[in-house]
């Protein structure tokens, strides 16, 4: 019953910032799941980005702790991602997820995914 939705611009120029937001419905941001980001490249794997926790505690995959930032608005049952600094390289489709573990893509419930491409 669970439903994630990803909304943000689909086309972000090079150097700008991404923002998305993930809308949750059917479950609260403060459940016990990891509220985590996830994309995918073309012809590359899926790729955990990172999550945040029902206490409001970020984790980030290492190569791109110093360009991502999660954060939620409990409130709105919303969680949001940002990336900056973004190169031709990040454009992808990009997933909300709600997962049981950090870094466990398997299961879970996933929004439908949004493209995003980087381009001037």
């Known amino acids: 019953q669970v439903q994630l939705r990803e909304s943000g611009p689909g086309l972000v120029k090079p150097s700008q910032t991404l923002s998305l937001t993930c809308t949750v419905s059917?479950?609260?941001?403060?459940?016990?799941?990891?509220w985590s980001w996830i994309r995918q490249s073309p012809g590359k794997e899926l790729e955990w980005m990172g999550a945040?926790?029902?206490?409001?505690?970020?984790y980030y995959s290492p190569s791109l702790r110093s360009r991502a930032s999660i954060a939620r608005d409990t409130p709105k049952n919303q969680f949001t991602l940002q990336l900056s600094a973004m190169t031709p390289e990040d454009t992808a489709v990009y997933y909300c997820?709600?997962?049981?573990?950090?870094?466990?893509?398997?299961?879970?419930?996933w929004g439908q995914g949004t493209q995003v491409t980087v381009s001037s």
């Open positions: 997820a709600r997962l049981q573990k950090l870094r466990d893509l398997q299961g879970g419930s």
């Open positions: 945040i926790s029902r206490s409001g505690n970020a």
């Open positions: 059917g479950d609260s941001i403060t459940a016990n799941y990891y």
